[in-house]
């Protein structure tokens, strides 16, 4: 009963919010659309995207801006979710926020890496992302090199993470973006143990230990099929957490001498047994689907407690993911069947 009545308010606005995600039958208008300024008005008719993209001329928005925008409509929802939670409520959330510290800092190093001006948040929401973020955006939003990020990152928690690779020569954007998703799963673990308890601990454990598993198991084999590390390279790698998998597993695929080993350690595992056809191939793809399985059930076994929360953000950001792929089909003129083949791909993931 008391979950009831402490989720009930929030739960009752997400499922108002969840009416308002888009439909099949809107991405498969969205793909047959003729070019991006006609699928972007389309867009600028629906509820959950229109108060964001209201004002902009979608004839002058170039790509770096309808990025910004859709990711902008993720902070809103995350901030109208906010606000009708408790003060419990919040503090996990704002734990929750830290995945999204990481995504922004990630998008400043691709600026500094790859020379492009598409990471920095639209500048009309910075003040409403500003208040859940220790992170300046503004003084982030003006840098271009590596050394400038981690200037603007000072007395954040990131700072300290970043400067770990100080030693490093000639330390590539894959390893400013493994270090941040290494301190990120290490990080909320811990967090979770120790501020969380009851139900919203154990559906934190299963959705992030989950996931922490499936990286750890895609690390591993990316390690191995592209870059040919050696074992002790690999481990570096690795989070430091595991939830299905084993010592065992992880010390079998490290050790794996070719594919067909690493395959053979990967159906022992917990994962291998689950999805009978499991290979080292099919990693991402699994990693999609099991996520997808572990958030709707949560949801579906426990529609009041946290994971009614963190299911939406879930599917808010699949949602995003797709449109950014069909928005780039219209882009390159795709037929509108190929670019929708793309995003039907993994659609029965979580019934396996």
Request: charged share 30%; proline share 2%.
């Amino acid at each position: 009963m008391g979950e009831l009545m402490k989720y009930s308010a929030v739960a009752t606005k997400i499922r108002a919010m969840e009416s308002r995600l888009l439909s099949n039958e809107d991405f498969a208008k969205l793909a047959a659309m003729e070019n991006v300024p006609q699928a972007v008005a389309y867009l600028k008719k629906i509820p959950a995207y229109e108060a964001l993209f209201k004002g902009y001329d979608e004839t002058e928005l170039h790509r770096g801006q309808i990025e910004r925008l859709l990711v902008g409509t993720l902070y809103y929802d995350f901030s109208k979710i906010y606000r009708f939670c408790d003060k419990e409520q919040k503090k996990i959330l704002r734990l929750y926020f830290s995945k999204f510290d990481i995504a922004i800092i990630k998008r400043a190093f691709r600026r500094a890496f790859n020379h492009g001006d598409r990471t920095a948040e639209e500048k009309e929401l910075r003040s409403m992302v500003q208040r859940y973020t220790d992170i300046p955006l503004e003084k982030l939003d003006e840098t271009g090199t590596v050394p400038e990020i981690l200037e603007a990152l000072k007395g954040t928690e990131y700072y300290k993470v970043m400067q770990k690779l100080d030693h490093v020569e000639s330390a590539s954007l894959f390893d400013y973006e493994m270090t941040l998703d290494l301190y990120y799963f290490s990080m909320i673990w811990k967090q979770n143990s120790k501020q969380t308890k009851g139900k919203t601990k154990s559906l934190l454990a299963r959705s992030l230990g989950s996931q922490i598993d499936l990286l750890n198991m895609m690390w591993i084999y990316r390690a191995k099929k592209y870059y040919q590390m050696s074992e002790a390279s690999t481990y570096t790698l690795l989070i430091p957490v595991t939830y299905k998998l084993h010592d065992s597993d992880i010390r079998a695929m490290v050790a794996a001498a070719d594919e067909r080993a690493l395959e053979e350690a990967i159906q022992k595992t917990y994962y291998g047994k689950r999805f009978m056809k499991l290979d080292s191939r099919e990693l991402e793809t699994v990693y999609d689907r099991f996520l997808r399985k572990v958030y709707t059930e949560e949801k579906r076994q426990n529609p009041y407690s946290l994971a009614v929360i963190t299911g939406y953000l879930y599917d808010k950001e699949q949602e995003l993911d797709k449109l950014t792929t069909v928005l780039e089909g219209v882009r390159y003129g795709l037929p509108a069947s190929e670019t929708l083949k793309y995003i039907e791909q993994s659609k029965d993931a979580g019934n396996q």
